[in-house]
């Protein structure tokens, strides 16, 4: 039973296509560009001959803008023979003005660069994160050569963070997630874990070498296992406690021959590696539905506010009584201010990078990108700041590295083996 189709107004002059049904000649390849909004002028409506009862009817096609999908009668027409209609290059617009490439009348929507070519997408954001990376260790380090004040350093890395994280809410981008009182609770505990690593890693990096404070967090690995094992009470695999022994007894080698060793530079990285241990694990609690760049500005937020009070006890005084006055005469007023301002803005660049990085990956590219990033910047600090180290010290490095790589690329598996029982009891 034939259904009556509502006209559909176009500039095609009316005609009908029981004619070409009929016939056994067969149209030309044409390719044209059909817009919806374009099919609202006043020209005369094209009427569809009656379709066999085989062919599921139309429904009105309504003229708001959404794609003219024309596969059901072509469809038809090229399987009884008669008649072609190859619309091979012709693009229907979506509902907000999209164009979608159509072969055959069929409708595909068309791909993105990102869509084609992901491994490049990826590849860039890996290549950005390690350049930022290394660019904010560098900077920072010169910074500390002539202005060795962490705690103030730490609270302008911070500060530069959240001004950033305050105009991107401000233009709404991203926007704003709402907090609450409980979620205010879960995330305290995360930043002040995240304030006090980060102060301890900026007192390290002002007291050693770059090379060997990123050489002392190499143990960061050893300390997660133990907080697991002990702490959340969780099993870790025999292979995993002796994936993390090159890693001691490398830290050990580079420790005890390394040129700029003191205790205060090794004690401060040792510190930051137990806050970021804890870090890791109250935000394993902090669950709170939020995406991970407003998780990260309020992390950031709180974080500022707990390192401004030490900053203004220890370094306070100092600052006012000749610190300042001290930067300024060495470098000048605008160099110091810039120099500031953008080892801010790259710390935070640098976090955000790492963390649309990491989420494009999967947990084994994710262990082995991080170990990949510290060998970046343990080999570019040697080689801009020319540190001088002992033939143990690098032995020492190496194998500490390489404990870590063999560490990440254990626990990936793991980690990985699980989320697949996991997929197949669900499933």
């Known amino acids: 039973m034939a259904s009556v189709i509502s006209p559909v107004h176009s500039p095609i002059r009316t005609c009908q296509f029981s004619s070409l049904y009929l016939s056994s000649n067969k149209i030309s390849p044409s390719f044209a560009l059909l817009k919806a909004w374009s099919l609202s002028s006043k ?57 979608i490439e159509s072969a055959a009348g069929y409708g595909k929507p068309s791909r993105s660069f990102s869509e084609k070519f992901p491994f490049l997408i990826t590849g860039f954001f890996f290549f950005m994160w390690y350049l930022l990376n290394v660019i904010f260790n ?28 305050l105009v991107s809410w401000s233009i709404g981008l991203p926007k704003r997630a ?62 995993l406690w002796l994936s993390l022994a090159p890693v001691v007894i490398g830290v050990s080698m580079a420790s005890l021959t390394e040129l700029s060793f003191n205790w205060l530079g090794f004690g401060s990285a040792m510190i930051s590696n137990i806050a970021f241990t804890y870090r890791s694990i109250y935000s394993k609690k902090a669950m709170t539905g939020m995406d991970s760049t407003n998780v990260y500005a309020y992390i950031s937020i709180i974080a500022l506010l707990v390192c401004i009070p030490p900053a203004l ?29 953008w080892i801010g803005m790259f710390y935070h660049l640098y976090n955000q990078l790492a963390t649309n990085t990491l989420e494009r990956v999967a947990p084994l590219t994710h262990a082995v990108g991080n170990v990949l990033k510290r060998v970046f910047v343990i080999g570019f600090s040697i080689v801009v700041f020319g540190n001088k180290i002992s033939t143990q010290t ?23 083996q699980k989320r697949k029982a996991a997929a197949i009891s669900t499933s």
């Not at 690995?221 to 697991?228: H, I, K, V, W």
Request: with cysteine; aromatic share 12%; net charge neutral.
């Open 43 to 99: 020209a005369s409506s094209l009427t569809f001959s009656p379709l066999p009862e085989t062919i599921k009817p139309f429904s009105p096609v309504e003229l708001s803008g959404k794609a003219l999908k024309f596969s059901g009668w072509s469809q038809e027409l090229r399987r009884r023979g008669s008649v072609e209609l190859p619309v091979a290059k012709a693009a229907a617009a979506d509902a907000e003005g999209a164009e």
């Open 138 to 165: 560098i900077l920072n380090k010169k910074v500390y050569n002539y202005f060795p004040y962490p705690y103030f350093v730490s609270v302008i890395h911070l500060l530069v963070g959240v001004v950033y994280c």
């Open 178 to 239: 709402p907090i609450d009182k409980e979620q205010l609770a879960l995330l305290t505990p995360v930043a002040f874990c995240h304030a006090l690593g980060h102060v301890m890693s900026n007192v390290s990096f002002a007291a050693v070498a770059v090379s060997f404070t990123h050489t002392i967090k190499a143990l960061e690995p050893f300390f997660n296992a133990s907080a697991s094992q002990f702490v959340l009470g969780q099993h870790i695999p025999l292979s």
């Open 313 to 341: 006890l220890i370094e306070g005084p100092q600052l006012l009584q000749y610190g300042f006055r001290d930067a300024i005469a060495k470098v000048g007023l605008y160099k110091f201010l810039s120099d500031l301002f």
């Open 394 to 416: 690098g032995i020492g490095t190496a194998i500490a590295i390489a404990g870590v790589a063999i560490y990440s690329l254990i626990k990936a598996n793991i980690e990985e």
